[in-house]
C-alpha cells in the first residue's frame, strides 16, 4: 500500500450505455494498488474510476491518483504551501469531464471533455452589462443576489442568462431560480415584483394580507415560478399531461416465448429477441425496412423457431432456400415465383399474403466475392429491395399471364445461415488470446465483420439487417431436446408406437448414444431426429405388421445403446395371458 497520496475525487453520472465522471474534490489519503481501493484520512474508500466496480456499484471513485512528492513537483516556484498547490490542481482538473464505457464486455474507452465553456458563458454575461452578476458557486451571496432581483436590478435576459449558469452548477439554488423566475413573470404582465406576488397570493385565496416576510415571499416565489414552468411545458408538449391512448396490442410476448420454449430448446435468449423484433415491426411497419438475421450451426433450430413463431403469431411463413435463388433470366428459382407460391398457400388473400413472414434459409449459401455473380451477389442486392419494400409481379413462371402485384413492405423478413466458415474461424482466432478463462461469455459470438470477410456478404446487406445469433448446442442441449421438446423424436415415436397399442421405452444409455452421434457429427436436433428414425424403423415394422394381421401379442418394445447400432437389436416384451381364477 502507497502512502501519502492525493486523487480526485468524482461525481459519476448515467449517460446512455456510458458514465460520465465530474471532479467533485481532491482528497488525500492512500492508496492500495493490489486491490485498487484509495482510503481517504477519514477512513472512507473509494474505487479507481478505470475499474469494473466504477461502472457497475455506487461506491464513491477517484482518479488520477498520484504521490504527494508528485503533487509539489507542479508547484514551479518550490514556496507554495500544501493547500494552495492542492488547490491550483483543483481548479486545473474541474475544468473537465470523464466519458467512460466499453466498447465491447472487456475494453474500455475514455473520452476527456472540456467544460471551459462554463467560464467563458460567465464571462460573456458579464461583458454584456451585468456588473453586478454574482458568481453562482458564492453562496453566501445568494440573498444579495435575490433582493437584488426582487429590486428589478436585472433586465429579462440578463435574469435568463443567469438562470442558465446557475443550472449548470452542481447544486442549483432553487430559491435562487424560483425569485428569477417569478421576476420574468412580472415583467411579462408590466407588474413590479410585489403586486404581482400578491396578485398571485390572492388568486391562491391561501393568504389574506399580502407577505412581508423575505422567507414566505421566497417560498411563494417558488410556487408561482413551478406553476410558470408546467405552464411552459405544457405549451412545448401540450401531451405531456394528457393520457395516451395505448394502441391496441395483438401479442403476449411472454405466452409465446413459453409456447415455443416448449418445442425450442437451449435458444430461450435468442427466442426472445426475435419475438420482441417481430412484435415491433408489427407495431411500426417502417421498422421492417431491417431485416433479421439469425445464424447458427446446423440443427440449432433456425427452422424450426420460425415454424413455431408463425404458428403463435398466426402468420403465414414461407420458407425460400436461397441457394436455389437467382436473377431473373437465369436458371433456377425467381422471387417471383416464390411470392406466388406464398399467394396461393394463403389462399389468394392478398391482405395475409403481404403480412407474412418470409425466411430466406441458407442465405450463407449467397456469400461470394464476385460483384456480378447472378446467384450470389445479384440475388442479394435484389433482396435489399425486398428488405426495403418494394413490388413484385408475382406469376407462377416467367411465361405466365397470370400476375399478381404483391407488396413487400409489410413483410417480416428474416434471413438464416450456418455460416459454418466464419464461426470456425472465430472460434479458431479466440483460441489462445487469453489465457483467463470469458466467464460472461459461453462462446465468442462474431462480428458483422467477419461475417463480411469470411463469409463474403457484402457490407450493404449487412448494414441493413439485426444479427440474432443462435446458442451452440452442448452434449446436455442435445439430452434434453430429446427428453423435452415436443417435437422431439422420442415424443413423435412414443405416439406411433402407442397407435399400435405399445408402449416403446428408450432407455437411459438408448438417449446418451444417440446424443453424443449427433454431438460428434455437428448434426445438432435434424442429427437427432435421423438417428431416432432409424433406430426404431425395424422395430416399427414388425409391430405394425403383427397389429395387422391382428396380432396383440406385444406390450413393450424396449431399446437400447446397442440399438442405435445396429436397429435389429431390439426386444420385444410379450403381454401376459391373465386367467380368471373364478372360472371353472
Same mark, same amino acid.
Given at each position: 500500500?502507497?502512502?501519502?497520496?492525493? %486523487?480526485?475525487?468524482?461525481?459519476?453520472?448515467?449517460?446512455?450505455? %456510458?458514465?460520465?465522471?465530474?471532479? @467533485?474534490?481532491?482528497?488525500?489519503?492512500?492508496?492500495?494498488?493490489?486491490?485498487?481501493?484509495?482510503?481517504?484520512?477519514?477512513?472512507?474508500?473509494?474505487?479507481?474510476?478505470?475499474?469494473?466496480? *466504477?461502472?457497475?456499484?455506487?461506491?464513491?471513485?477517484?482518479?488520477?491518483?498520484?504521490?504527494?512528492?508528485?503533487?509539489?513537483?507542479?508547484?514551479?516556484?518550490?514556496?507554495?504551501?500544501?493547500?494552495?498547490?492542492?488547490?491550483?490542481?483543483?481548479?486545473?482538473?474541474?475544468?473537465?469531464?470523464?466519458?467512460?464505457?466499453?466498447?465491447?464486455?472487456?475494453? &474500455?474507452?475514455?473520452?476527456?471533455?472540456?467544460?471551459?465553456?462554463?467560464?467563458?458563458?460567465?464571462? =460573456?454575461?458579464?461583458?454584456?452589462?451585468?456588473?453586478?452578476?454574482?458568481?453562482?458557486? !458564492?453562496?453566501?451571496?445568494?440573498?444579495?443576489?435575490?433582493? +437584488?432581483?426582487?429590486?428589478?436590478?436585472?433586465?429579462?435576459?440578463?435574469?435568463?442568462?443567469?438562470?442558465?449558469?446557475?443550472?449548470?452548477?452542481?447544486?442549483?439554488? +432553487?430559491?435562487? /431560480?424560483?425569485?428569477?423566475?417569478?421576476?420574468?413573470?412580472?415583467?411579462?404582465?408590466?407588474?413590479?415584483?410585489?403586486?404581482?406576488?400578491?396578485?398571485?397570493?390572492?388568486?391562491?385565496?391561501?393568504?389574506?394580507?399580502? *407577505?412581508? !416576510?423575505?422567507?414566505?415571499?421566497?417560498?411563494?416565489?417558488?410556487?408561482?415560478?413551478?406553476?410558470?414552468?408546467?405552464?411552459?411545458?405544457?405549451?412545448?408538449?401540450?401531451?405531456?399531461?394528457?393520457?395516451?391512448?395505448?394502441?391496441?396490442?395483438?401479442?403476449?410476448?411472454?405466452?409465446?416465448?413459453?409456447?415455443?420454449?416448449?418445442?425450442?430448446? %437451449?435458444?430461450?435468449?435468442?427466442?426472445?429477441?426475435?419475438?420482441?423484433?417481430?412484435?415491433?415491426?408489427?407495431?411500426?411497419?417502417?421498422?421492417?425496412?431491417?431485416?433479421?438475421?439469425?445464424?447458427?450451426?446446423?440443427?440449432?433450430?433456425?427452422?424450426?423457431?420460425?415454424?413455431?413463431?408463425?404458428?403463435?403469431?398466426?402468420?403465414?411463413?414461407?420458407?425460400?432456400?436461397?441457394?436455389?435463388?437467382? /436473377?431473373?433470366?437465369?436458371?433456377?428459382? +425467381?422471387?417471383?415465383?416464390?411470392?406466388?407460391?406464398?399467394?396461393?398457400?394463403?389462399?389468394?388473400? $392478398?391482405?395475409?399474403?403481404?403480412?407474412?413472414?418470409?425466411?430466406?434459409?441458407?442465405?450463407?449459401?449467397?456469400?461470394?466475392?464476385?460483384? +456480378?455473380? &447472378? #446467384?450470389? =451477389?445479384?440475388?442479394?442486392?435484389?433482396?435489399?429491395?425486398?428488405?426495403?419494400?418494394?413490388?413484385?409481379? *408475382?406469376?407462377?413462371?416467367?411465361?405466365?399471364?397470370? /400476375?399478381? &402485384?404483391?407488396?413487400?413492405?409489410?413483410?417480416?423478413?428474416?434471413?438464416?445461415?450456418?455460416?459454418?466458415?466464419?464461426?470456425? @474461424?472465430?472460434?479458431?482466432?479466440?483460441?489462445?488470446?487469453?489465457?483467463?478463462?470469458?466467464?460472461?461469455?459461453?462462446?465468442?459470438? &462474431?462480428?458483422?465483420?467477419?461475417?463480411?470477410?469470411?463469409?463474403?456478404?457484402?457490407?450493404?446487406?449487412?448494414?441493413?439487417?439485426? @444479427?440474432?445469433?443462435?446458442?451452440?448446442?452442448?452434449?446436455?442441449?442435445?439430452?434434453?431436446?430429446?427428453?423435452?421438446?415436443?417435437?422431439?423424436?422420442?415424443?413423435? @415415436?412414443?405416439?406411433?408406437?402407442?397407435?399400435?397399442?405399445?408402449?416403446? $421405452?428408450?432407455?437411459?444409455?438408448?438417449? #446418451?448414444?444417440?446424443?453424443?452421434?449427433?454431438?460428434?457429427?455437428?448434426?445438432?436436433?435434424?442429427?437427432? #431426429?435421423?438417428?431416432?428414425?432409424?433406430?426404431?424403423?425395424?422395430?416399427?415394422?414388425?409391430?405394425?405388421?403383427?397389429?395387422?394381421?391382428?396380432?396383440? !401379442?406385444?406390450?413393450?418394445?424396449?431399446?437400447?445403446?446397442?440399438?442405435?447400432?445396429?436397429?435389429?437389436?431390439?426386444?420385444?416384451?410379450? =403381454?401376459?395371458?391373465?386367467?380368471?381364477?373364478?372360472?371353472?
Amino acid at each position: 500500500m502507497k502512502n501519502n497520496q492525493v %486523487a480526485t475525487e468524482v461525481i459519476k453520472i448515467r449517460w446512455l450505455d %456510458a458514465y460520465i465522471f465530474v471532479c @467533485h474534490n481532491v482528497v488525500t489519503g492512500n492508496y492500495d494498488e493490489e486491490q485498487g481501493i484509495f482510503t481517504d484520512i477519514y477512513g472512507e474508500e473509494y474505487c479507481n474510476m478505470m475499474s469494473g466496480d *466504477a461502472l457497475t456499484t455506487d461506491a464513491k471513485v477517484v482518479y488520477n491518483i498520484m504521490d504527494m512528492d508528485k503533487l509539489k513537483k507542479l508547484d514551479v516556484n518550490k514556496n507554495k504551501k500544501v493547500n494552495d498547490i492542492i488547490s491550483e490542481y483543483y481548479k486545473e482538473v474541474a475544468t473537465k469531464a470523464y466519458v467512460i464505457g466499453y466498447t465491447d464486455e472487456y475494453t &474500455p474507452y475514455v473520452y476527456a471533455i472540456k467544460l471551459d465553456f462554463l467560464k467563458e458563458e460567465a464571462n =460573456r454575461i458579464e461583458s454584456n452589462g451585468s456588473k453586478n452578476v454574482i458568481n453562482p458557486k !458564492s453562496t453566501e451571496k445568494l440573498e444579495q443576489l435575490i433582493l +437584488d432581483t426582487i429590486d428589478g436590478k436585472y433586465t429579462k435576459e440578463q435574469l435568463k442568462e443567469m438562470i442558465e449558469v446557475l443550472e449548470t452548477t452542481k447544486d442549483t439554488i +432553487d430559491n435562487t /431560480i424560483g425569485t428569477m423566475e417569478t421576476k420574468i413573470s412580472a415583467i411579462d404582465s408590466n407588474m413590479s415584483f410585489k403586486d404581482y406576488l400578491n396578485e398571485q397570493i390572492e388568486k391562491e385565496k391561501n393568504i389574506t394580507k399580502p *407577505a412581508t !416576510s423575505t422567507n414566505t415571499i421566497t417560498d411563494i416565489a417558488l410556487k408561482v415560478a413551478n406553476d410558470r414552468k408546467k405552464e411552459e411545458e405544457k405549451k412545448k408538449n401540450p401531451l405531456k399531461d394528457q393520457t395516451i391512448k395505448r394502441k391496441e396490442l395483438k401479442y403476449d410476448i411472454e405466452e409465446i416465448y413459453n409456447k415455443v420454449k416448449e418445442t425450442l430448446i %437451449a435458444q430461450d435468449e435468442p427466442l426472445k429477441k426475435v419475438i420482441t423484433e417481430i412484435v415491433r415491426k408489427d407495431m411500426d411497419p417502417r421498422l421492417k425496412r431491417q431485416g433479421i438475421f439469425i445464424t447458427g450451426a446446423t440443427g440449432t433450430g433456425k427452422t424450426e423457431m420460425m415454424r413455431q413463431l408463425a404458428m403463435q403469431l398466426n402468420k403465414k411463413l414461407i420458407i425460400v432456400d436461397s441457394s436455389q435463388l437467382t /436473377i431473373e433470366g437465369y436458371v433456377g428459382k +425467381d422471387i417471383e415465383k416464390e411470392l406466388y407460391d406464398l399467394y396461393e398457400a394463403c389462399n389468394k388473400n $392478398i391482405e395475409k399474403t403481404e403480412e407474412a413472414i418470409v425466411f430466406f434459409d441458407e442465405i450463407d449459401k449467397k456469400g461470394t466475392e464476385k460483384h +456480378d455473380d &447472378p #446467384n450470389g =451477389r445479384g440475388v442479394l442486392n435484389l433482396l435489399l429491395k425486398f428488405i426495403e419494400g418494394t413490388t413484385y409481379d *408475382a406469376a407462377p413462371n416467367n411465361k405466365s399471364t397470370t /400476375i399478381v &402485384p404483391i407488396n413487400t413492405s409489410n413483410m417480416t423478413v428474416i434471413f438464416g445461415g450456418a455460416f459454418t466458415d466464419v464461426y470456425n @474461424h472465430s472460434m479458431t482466432s479466440n483460441i489462445g488470446f487469453s489465457t483467463e478463462p470469458q466467464s460472461n461469455k459461453k462462446y465468442h459470438v &462474431p462480428e458483422l465483420e467477419d461475417f463480411e470477410k469470411y463469409g463474403m456478404m457484402p457490407r450493404e446487406f449487412l448494414g441493413r439487417v439485426l @444479427h440474432v445469433p443462435l446458442n451452440p448446442l452442448s452434449l446436455n442441449d442435445l439430452k434434453r431436446i430429446l427428453l423435452e421438446s415436443k417435437e422431439s423424436a422420442i415424443k413423435i @415415436h412414443e405416439k406411433l408406437f402407442r397407435e399400435l397399442g405399445v408402449h416403446i $421405452i428408450f432407455t437411459d444409455q438408448f438417449i #446418451n448414444k444417440v446424443a453424443e452421434k449427433a454431438y460428434l457429427s455437428k448434426t445438432g436436433a435434424r442429427g437427432l #431426429n435421423d438417428t431416432v428414425n432409424v433406430a426404431t424403423s425395424e422395430a416399427y415394422a414388425k409391430v405394425y405388421m403383427d397389429c395387422y394381421k391382428n396380432l396383440n !401379442s406385444y406390450k413393450e418394445v424396449l431399446l437400447t445403446d446397442k440399438t442405435v447400432e445396429d436397429s435389429s437389436n431390439y426386444q420385444l416384451v410379450n =403381454r401376459r395371458i391373465i386367467r380368471n381364477k373364478n372360472k371353472k
